[in-house]
């Protein structure tokens, strides 16, 4: 078996794996989108409900808004952290993709280049065959020229 068919079976499953690390990264943006979008809600939902007109006139009322608003920060942070998280998760993906692509890569190369070392043997191959071929028509017709001069 030549070396380009071997390296078949590698190259399909560097690009299966090219593949799957694409999807991942898709996926991974699309989680990290989602939580960005969420993160965005909260911070408006947040600010709104600051600068909303105290209408609470009571000093349990007060808390209760003071401790709503604390809640809603903490919301914040944690939102803020996991946004952080899935932007780090993004990276790793995008650093997955790419180790996938270049080994495809390299495999490509590799393949292209056994393969051009297999042309190269069969063009000489052949080029011996049609120089022999002539070659030996050449002895033919010298052949046949000294018969038919000797027989005459």
């Known amino acids: 078996m030549m070396q380009s068919k071997r390296i078949d079976p590698l190259l399909q499953r560097a690009q ?9 990264l898709a996926e991974r943006q699309r989680a990290l989108e989602t939580h960005v979008s969420r993160l965005d809600e909260l911070r408006r939902y947040a600010e709104e409900y600051a600068i909303g007109q ?15 608003l ?20 993004v990276e790793i993906e995008r650093g997955r993709l790419l180790l996938a692509s ?18 190269q043997v069969t063009d000489r191959r052949d080029q011996r065959e049609m120089d022999d071929l002539g070659a030996r028509r050449v002895r033919c017709r010298s052949q046949d020229d000294a018969d038919e001069g ?3």
């Open 16 to 24: 299966q794996h090219q593949d799957e690390a694409a999807h991942d």
């Open 54 to 68: 105290l209408a609470a006139t009571s000093a349990a009322a007060l808390n209760n808004r003071r401790a709503f």
């Open 70 to 89: 604390d809640r809603l920060d903490s919301a914040v942070q944690q939102q803020a952290q996991t946004v952080d998280s899935n932007r780090a998760k």
């Open 102 to 119: 270049r080994e495809k890569q390299v495999l490509e190369q590799l393949a292209a280049s056994y393969r051009a070392q297999e042309k």
């Open 150 to 152: 000797g027989a005459a």
